[in-house]
Structures are given as structure tokens and as C-alpha cells.
């Protein structure tokens, strides 16, 4: 069976590296032109593999408008809403404006919960692994499980550390990692296959993931934040994931995928990647 048949893209026309709220930030010019390019060339791979894909605007001046994974995470015809960075915060209504054009019956969690949308939840069959911790709070987490009527697989990924301590943002405020969003740490291949690393997760979450009823593929550190593996999107037999994850390519065309592997530099210095430009709608 198909998954990922339809996802949707906004653009990279306001793609910023002003507010730093997740590790990959640096501080060099930002190269807008080659964002748009990158932006095409996944598109485009998406297309190849047979993906619909559903174009909007991006809303007007925002850095992150490109991560529509992001905006709400999408179970048949219910939009679960996410609740952003303060950076963000423009994000939310343009996304419930145009998920309820698009005929999708849309709820939001409280307002002082964090939900970072299908960035930090990933639909596997009948599971909801979700990150908690940096970008979601585990209620918030319960809450979109619920309404989706799926069983939740909580997990956290490890922190980013400064001299030793787990940092705190110094824009969002929030708690950061090299894996903020579980997207990072995980991709799913097929509702009974998934990717993930081992070391971007504490050992009470790699048990969990063992412990399902699932195949796993074991990805390697330097790849999965590096070359932001993880960070892919598969219809069941084609992946569209980084180029600069060798391993794990060999490993998905040893199992038979087809793996396109999109030329993509600038959207990556934003923190998010492949699965992060697409909201996977059905």
C-alpha cells in the first residue's frame, strides 16, 4: 500500500536564518535563490515517484514557512494544529486558513502546549511515534493520538549539551537538540518499516522501538545528523532521502526501493530537510 500519496509544499521565497531556534542555524548569508532551487528539486523528486503534491504560498515573511510538516499532523480528514515557537507563531492560523480550504475538519491543543505537528509525530500504520521533550509536550502528543484514534509510542531523543548541561534555546527558550524534531531521529519507509538511530534516542526509547511490532533499519549518527538522513519521505517503494547517507541508501536498494536523492544545500541549513518540506495530507 501507497503512503505519503499526497503532501503539501508552501515555498522558500522568505527562507531566513534570522531567529536561531534549533542547532543547524549558522550565521552566513542565506542564499534565498538556491533555497527556491532546493525546494524544486524535492518537489520534482516527489513527482517522480509518483507523489501529488499540493503547492500554497508560503506565509509572507516567515523564516520557517517552508516546514509545512510542521503545521498539523493528518489522520484521514482531521488536522490536528501545531503550537510553534514564539518565531512561528505566524504559521498557525495561515495553516488552519488553508487546511479548512482544503476541506479538513481542524482542532487545535491548548495554547501553552508545544506540537510540533508531523515534525514530531510520524503515523506508522496504526502507531503515533512522537517526540516529547523539545518541540511537543507528551500531553499534547496523547491529545492528537486520540483524536486520530491511533496508539501512542512516546520517545525522546537526546539533548544537545553545553559544557555537559542540556542547552536551552536562547530564542525559543525551549530545551534544544540535534534531533528537536523526531523526524530527525526516525523515517518511515512502509507501515512495517522504519529507519531510525539508535544514538539520537535514550535507551528507554530504543527499547520501545524494539519492543514494536515493526522492522527496523539502524541508522548511523554521523549520517542521521550530518547528512540528516532520517529525514526522508517514502511512498512504500520509492525514497526520496539526503545524498549524503550513503549507508543507508545502500541499504534501502538492497532491500529493492527505488531511492531518489534530490540536490538539496541551503533548506538544510534551516534545521529541516526532506519530510520537513512536505505535510503529508493523505
Keep these: 500500500m501507497m503512503i505519503n500519496q499526497t503532501v ?61 510538516a510542521n503545521w498539523a499532523l493528518i489522520r484521514g480528514r482531521r488536522a490536528i494544529l501545531a503550537r510553534l515557537p514564539d518565531v512561528r507563531k505566524m504559521e498557525e492560523d495561515y495553516a488552519e486558513e ?57 520517545i525522546h531523543a537526546i539533548p544537545e549539551l553545553e559544557n555537559g548541561i542540556p542547552k536551552i534555546n536562547s530564542v525559543s527558550g525551549w530545551p534544544d537538540s540535534r534531533f528537536y524534531d523526531i523526524d530527525l531521529a526516525l523515517g518511515v519507509i512502509r507501515d512495517d518499516l522504519i529507519a531510525y538511530c539508535p544514538a539520537a534516542l535514550d535507551e528507554v526509547s530504543r527499547t520501545k522501538i524494539e519492543s514494536l511490532p515493526l522492522e527496523t533499519i539502524e541508522v548511523d ?27 543507508l541508501r545502500n541499504e534501502m536498494e538492497r532491500r529493492g526501493f527505488r531511492v531518489l536523492t534530490p540536490d538539496v544545500h541551503e533548506i538544510a541549513r534551516g534545521g529541516g530537510f526532506i519530510r520537513c518540506v512536505a505535510l503529508t495530507l493523505n
Excluded at 30 to 45: G, L, Q, T
Excluded at 139 to 154: G, S, T, Y
Design 8 to 68: 503539501l509544499m508552501s515555498g522558500a521565497d522568505y527562507f531566513a536564518l534570522d531567529q536561531k531556534i534549533n542547532p543547524y542555524y549558522d550565521d552566513a548569508p542565506v542564499d534565498v535563490a538556491r533555497a527556491i532551487v532546493d525546494h524544486a528539486n524535492v518537489a520534482e523528486c516527489f513527482r517522480d515517484a509518483g507523489i501529488e503534491v499540493v503547492k500554497v504560498a508560503p506565509p509572507a515573511g516567515a523564516q520557517d514557512g517552508i516546514y509545512t
Design 98 to 154: 488553508i487546511l479548512t480550504n482544503l476541506g479538513y475538519e481542524v482542532f487545535r491543543v491548548p495554547d501553552d502546549w508545544h506540537f510540533s505537528g508531523q515534525g514530531d509525530n510520524l503515523i506508522v500504520g496504526k502507531y503515533l511515534i512522537s517526540g516529547s521533550g523539545y518541540r511537543s509536550d507528551a500531553r499534547a502528543c496523547e491529545f492528537a493520538a486520540r483524536e486520530l484514534d491511533l496508539k501512542l509510542v512516546q
Design 221 to 247: 549518527y554521523d549520517e542521521a545528523v550530518s547528512g540528516l538522513a532520517c529525514n526522508l519521505v517514502s511512498t512504500g517503494e520509492t525514497v526520496i532521502m539526503s545524498a549524503r547517507a550513503p549507508k
